[in-house]
């Protein structure tokens, strides 16, 4: 069953483009993880997951679904294996349910953020550059706080 349900999110995520990129304390500080062309405009790229333990989330989502990591100091570890690419960030009072970090890739930052912003969204990090890219995050109507990135210029 755990392989059905793992290749069926696979599917899924593949057929949406999903792949990943994140950060370290609130601040992306690596750069993104990509998957051949499967970055795609406007598309849930990946998520984070707040934590007061880093250590403990891998050893709880590794021993109970077999997902895998790759650590980027202390603060922060990516994950692999889940269907689509994500991290664990370490926050201090980090709360069950609530710290889900939604990520969405941009081919225009800029008119994302003024898409967003029009549609009624409120921005609530600013734009900053990150190695590899630039981001900012946003609020939607129901205060759901989620982020968009775009690739670094060449």
Same mark, same amino acid.
Request: negative net charge; charged residues 20%; glycine residues 14%.
């Given at each position: ?18 792949? =990943? ?20 405009h406007h598309k849930i790229n990946y998520v984070e997951l707040k ?29 692999? =294996?889940? =269907? ?12 069950? =349910? ?25 921005i609530s990090t600013e734009p900053f550059d990150f190695p590899g ?22």
């Amino acid at each position: 069953m755990h392989s059905i349900m793992r290749n069926c999110a696979a599917a899924a995520a593949a057929a949406l483009g999903l792949v =990943g990129c994140g950060g370290a304390g609130g601040i992306v500080e690596r750069l993104p993880v990509e998957t051949g062309d499967a970055v795609a405009h406007h598309k849930i790229n990946y998520v984070e997951l707040k934590a007061s333990d880093v250590a403990a989330m891998k050893d709880f989502y590794g021993a109970a679904f077999g997902w895998t990591f790759v650590d980027y100091g202390p603060d922060y570890a990516s994950f692999e =294996g889940a =269907g689509l690419d994500g991290g664990f960030e370490r926050v201090d009072g980090a709360r069950a =349910g609530g710290g889900t970090l939604v990520i969405l890739y941009s081919d225009d930052l800029e008119a994302s953020r003024k898409a967003v912003t029009d549609a009624g969204g409120v921005i609530s990090t600013e734009p900053f550059d990150f190695p590899g890219g630039r981001r900012f995050h946003f609020t939607d109507p129901a205060g759901n706080e989620l982020a968009v990135w775009t690739k670094a210029a060449e």
